[in-house]
């Protein structure tokens, strides 16, 4: 009788080839002739016995071998379907937009449904993506790099979180930041009552008036 139903929409099912296996009645182990990833993925006929995986059966050498818990016997029949393709390996299908799940619960997926997009979603949120030559972490994620794990270019940036933190608030310009380093260009600007020097205060760089330094070293008496 023919079947009669919804037919299956993704998914292979091979019966592999295990010719070359021979069953004396001590050997236990024997070539699948491709990688499975798992055990769910086989069904597994002994002498017309389906085998129960992971009790009658593992996988061996990276899921290119079948173990038996039991030898099978001498001439026995033995025949083994693989179901959808083998999951340790590539994933030869087009997905078109179709979302990936990965987890158990169903709340973390891999999905491409907007073109030359791809969308990352964590405990059901929709944390990260990728578009060309951009990878964003969304509003409300981010992204964790460890002191010392961050390169750009071909150059590591040795600072420290704190040591960049440092930095967070100052409001300079470049150009004002380099007037510290010193240099040989001088200016004419006049000074004024009201200007700021700064001074170097025992290691602390603060700012006071023209009109102090004046009186300290004793210029006179400030003229309008």
Do not use: C, W
């Not at 070359?20 to 006929?45: P, R």
């Not at 930095?167 to 004419?188: K, Q, W």
């Amino acid at each position: 009788m023919a079947y009669i139903g919804k037919s299956i929409e993704s998914g292979t099912f091979s019966v592999l080839d295990t010719s070359g296996n021979t069953y004396n009645g001590s050997n236990t182990t024997f070539n699948l002739g491709t990688q499975v990833g798992s055990v769910a993925q086989l069904l597994v006929s002994h002498d017309g016995v389906i085998q129960k995986p992971g009790t009658d059966y593992t996988l061996a050498s990276g899921g290119t071998q079948i173990t038996f818990t039991t030898a099978p016997a001498s001439g026995a029949s033995i025949f083994i379907v693989e179901i959808s393709g083998a999951v340790g390996g590539p994933l030869d299908a087009d997905l078109n937009g179709t979302e990936l799940i990965l987890d158990a619960d169903g709340d973390t997926s891999i999905t491409a449904d907007t073109d030359d997009q791809i969308d990352i979603k964590v405990a059901g949120a929709d944390d990260f993506k990728f578009t060309a030559n951009t990878f964003t972490a969304n509003s409300g994620s981010g992204i964790v790099i460890p002191d010392g794990g961050l390169t750009l270019g071909s150059t590591a940036v040795s600072a420290t979180a704190a040591e960049l933190n440092i930095l967070d608030g100052v409001t300079a310009t470049a150009a004002e930041i380099n007037l510290i380093d010193g240099g040989t260009s001088r200016g004419t600007t006049a000074i004024a009552d009201g200007d700021g020097v700064l001074i170097n205060d025992a290691g602390t760089m603060r700012q006071t008036t023209v009109e102090t330094l004046k009186t300290y070293i004793g210029g006179g008496t400030n003229t309008p």
